[in-house]
């Protein structure tokens, strides 16, 4: 699977047309400590300590905490391409013509996305159960990828039990579920959730 594309996290520096070296250097550090703290979460470190985030962006520990005062604040901003990732997996225009078909696009759509951000997901539950801004993190992912999918039915469609039961199949705790604890492959785990899905829509207009 692809790797989120860095270039897209902001590094919240403000624009200048000749950035001094100092700032220059800063904004190079602060974009190496979140390469860093990108990669060890894909390679399977879901919680790693700040040295060990210094050690691998070659930057200083007063370096890391210069930039963020914290592990939450770090985490936070990984969540930029995370989010970045989900919208533009949202933005792709559907094949389908009818809803029905779009609902059932949105499973290939979803395990493709879901299994690039998987990994950053078992971070942030590492930590959100003490932290505010993660546990709202986590609040907001779902509320988005609720939404995507509740644009694709009619209108006399988006409340009700077919909606809770959609969005329940299609979450990213179920994909992780099966990917896991069921030990299903990519294609199993996508075969299975369009499975359901197809039994849920039919006979529905």
Same mark, same amino acid.
């Given at each position: 699977?692809?790797? =989120?594309?860095?270039?897209?996290?902001? !590094?919240?520096?403000?624009?200048?047309?000749?950035?001094?070296?100092? /700032?220059?250097?800063?904004?190079?550090?602060?974009?190496?400590?979140?390469?860093?703290? @990108?990669? =060890?979460?894909?390679?399977?470190?879901?919680?790693?300590?700040?040295?060990? *985030?210094?050690?691998?962006?070659? *930057?200083?520990?007063?370096?890391?905490?210069?930039?963020?005062?914290?592990?939450?604040?770090?985490?936070?901003?990984?969540?930029?391409? *995370?989010?970045?990732?989900?919208?533009?997996?949202?933005?792709?225009?559907?094949?389908?013509?009818?809803?029905?078909?779009?609902?059932?696009?949105? *499973?290939?759509?979803?395990?493709?996305?879901?299994?690039?951000?998987?990994?950053?997901?078992?971070? +942030?539950? !590492?930590?959100?159960?003490?932290?505010?801004?993660?546990?709202?993190?986590?609040?907001?992912?779902?509320?988005?990828?609720?939404?995507?999918?509740? +644009?694709?039915?009619?209108?006399?469609?988006?409340?009700?039990?077919?909606?809770?039961?959609?969005? @329940? !199949?299609?979450?990213?705790?179920?994909?992780?579920?099966?990917?896991?604890?069921?030990? @299903?492959?990519?294609? /199993?785990?996508?075969?299975?959730?369009?499975?359901?899905?197809?039994?849920?829509?039919?006979?529905?207009?």
């Amino acid at each position: 699977m692809k790797p =989120l594309n860095l270039a897209s996290v902001n !590094v919240n520096m403000s624009d200048t047309s000749k950035p001094d070296g100092r /700032r220059r250097r800063g904004e190079d550090n602060r974009a190496k400590i979140v390469e860093a703290m @990108l990669a =060890l979460i894909r390679d399977g470190q879901y919680a790693p300590r700040a040295e060990v *985030v210094a050690t691998r962006a070659d *930057v200083s520990l007063r370096t890391v905490f210069r930039h963020f005062e914290d592990m939450d604040s770090l985490y936070r901003e990984i969540a930029t391409p *995370v989010e970045l990732e989900l919208r533009a997996m949202a933005a792709r225009p559907f094949k389908a013509t009818d809803w029905q078909g779009r609902i059932v696009e949105l *499973v290939s759509r979803r395990s493709e996305g879901f299994e690039r951000l998987s990994p950053f997901r078992r971070a +942030a539950d !590492v930590h959100r159960h003490g932290s505010d801004l993660m546990a709202a993190d986590a609040a907001r992912f779902a509320m988005v990828t609720r939404e995507i999918m509740r +644009a694709q039915l009619p209108e006399h469609l988006r409340q009700g039990d077919l909606i809770e039961a959609l969005d @329940l !199949v299609l979450s990213i705790e179920s994909w992780m579920r099966m990917r896991r604890e069921q030990s @299903l492959s990519v294609k /199993r785990a996508r075969e299975v959730q369009e499975y359901t899905v197809r039994r849920l829509l039919e006979g529905v207009r």
